[in-house]
């Protein structure tokens, strides 16, 4: 059954903690995304990668930073997080690629409280 | 820019009831159009999609035809289940190369026994 883990389901932080945020995809698959869940809001675009070492900001990517070092791995970074950054974060990943066939398929999401 | 509106929730409904979930669209060029669904505690998870227009995309008792005309992807199902409470979201993406998707708000489905 492939899969999209995401490693924490709930952390609790303190303002101006730095938060590590890991995804991991088990599918070989080139595109990962990280995504901000909020009520009435959807789901928002914070970054995403199409390849090792490369990186493209989404819609909000102000505060947040990420690293994929490996294919499989793509980590969300809060610097310093802030309260206005408390929200359920959603990992997901596809193949490459412009059919329309391609599905992401996402992980169970971590849901990151910040006092 | 691209962009999903969808209905407003909570939607309210008895078991065996029909369901209807209307969503619009936005969208430069001929985009392909998703249903997901979030059941409590859990990620996302693609419900039916289309990708071309007047196709019909269905599954689990759902369907949704993709309607150029009037830029909609409305969900329906003829008889709800309990087991279908979940939030639904709709969503397009537009095939820049990087399989991007652009979410609507979600709308919340409470059916009750």
């Known amino acids: 059954d492939v899969k999209v883990t995401q490693s924490s389901r709930y952390l609790v932080k303190r303002t101006g903690e730095k938060v590590f945020l890991e995804c991991v995809q088990d599918m070989d698959h080139e595109n990962m995304f990280w995504y901000r869940q909020d009520p009435g809001l959807g789901l928002r675009l914070i970054y995403f990668s199409y390849d090792v070492k490369m990186k493209e900001k989404g819609d909000i990517p102000e505060g947040y930073s990420v690293s994929r070092e490996k294919k499989e791995r793509f980590s969300l970074i809060l610097e310093s997080a802030s309260t206005n950054q408390t929200s359920m974060y959603l990992c997901?990943?596809?193949?490459?690629?412009?059919?329309?066939?391609?599905?992401?398929?996402f992980g169970a999401g971590s849901r990151l409280t910040v006092l | 820019g691209d962009s999903v509106t969808q209905m407003e929730g909570p939607v309210t409904l008895s078991e065996e009831a029909f369901l209807t979930i209307n969503c619009t669209y936005t969208?430069?060029?001929?985009?392909?159009l998703f249903w997901y669904v979030q059941y409590p505690g859990e990620g996302l998870q693609l419900l039916l999609k289309?990708?071309?227009?007047?196709d019909k995309g269905s599954n689990k008792g759902f369907e949704a035809t993709y309607r150029k005309e009037t830029t909609s992807f409305h969900l329906e199902k003829g008889s709800v289940q309990v087991s279908d409470s979940a939030v639904y979201f709709c969503a397009l993406r537009v095939d820049t190369g990087f399989q991007k998707l652009v979410f609507g708000t979600g709308t919340r489905l409470l059916v009750s026994p």
């Open positions: 969208a430069t060029g001929y985009p392909s």
């Open positions: 289309a990708t071309k227009a007047d």
């Open positions: 997901a990943s596809t193949t490459a690629g412009t059919s329309g066939a391609n599905v992401l398929t």
